[in-house]
């Protein structure tokens, strides 16, 4: 069962990143033009680039790709937004729960996403405070945790 189940975590991180990967190279040449954007997009292919690696490593069952999956999937866990500065990297699937502080009003939301997403970005009005929780990833690396514990 633990091996059908890192199976399925590494085809996500490949199929994640694969396809926040083809995001980040479409984004790109839409503003070749734009030298430094080009270059602040390539940063964006590095979570990707390590989930797919990630992905490859653990289905060739190699301690690195344990690890490297543990790093990927606790980047994933948190999202947020706050004093101007957000936040979120998500490789496969985010099945989330989020709260969101504006204007002193609290809302709660779910949300389920596939795919690849990242973006880090500065600037955005201070007043606006949101975190949230990746339940997919935590529970994928408290799986991976518990799994690497296990096999030492």
């Given at each position: 069962?633990?091996?059908?189940?890192?199976?399925i975590i590494a085809a996500i991180e490949i199929l994640g990143g694969v396809w926040g990967l083809l995001i980040m190279f479409y984004r790109m040449f839409q503003v070749l033009d734009n030298l430094k954007f080009v270059i602040f997009l390539l940063l964006y292919l590095?979570?990707?680039a390590l989930s797919v690696?990630?992905?490859i490593?653990?289905?060739k069952d190699k301690t690195a790709g344990l690890n490297l999956s543990l790093v990927v999937q606790l980047?994933?866990?948190p999202y947020f937004t706050l004093s101007g500065l957000y936040y979120s990297f998500m490789s496969g699937l985010l099945l989330g729960v989020r709260i969101s502080f504006l204007e002193?009003?609290?809302n709660y939301n779910f949300?389920?996403?596939?795919?690849?997403?990242?973006?880090?970005?500065?600037?955005?009005p201070a007043d606006i405070t949101v975190f949230g929780i990746n339940i997919f990833a935590l529970l994928v690396f408290v799986f991976l945790f518990f799994y690497r514990l296990k096999s030492k």
């Open positions: 069962m633990n091996l059908i189940l890192l199976r590095i979570p990707f690696l990630a992905g490593l653990l289905l980047l994933q866990i002193g009003m609290k949300n389920f996403l596939l795919g690849g997403y990242c973006q880090i970005q500065t600037g955005l």
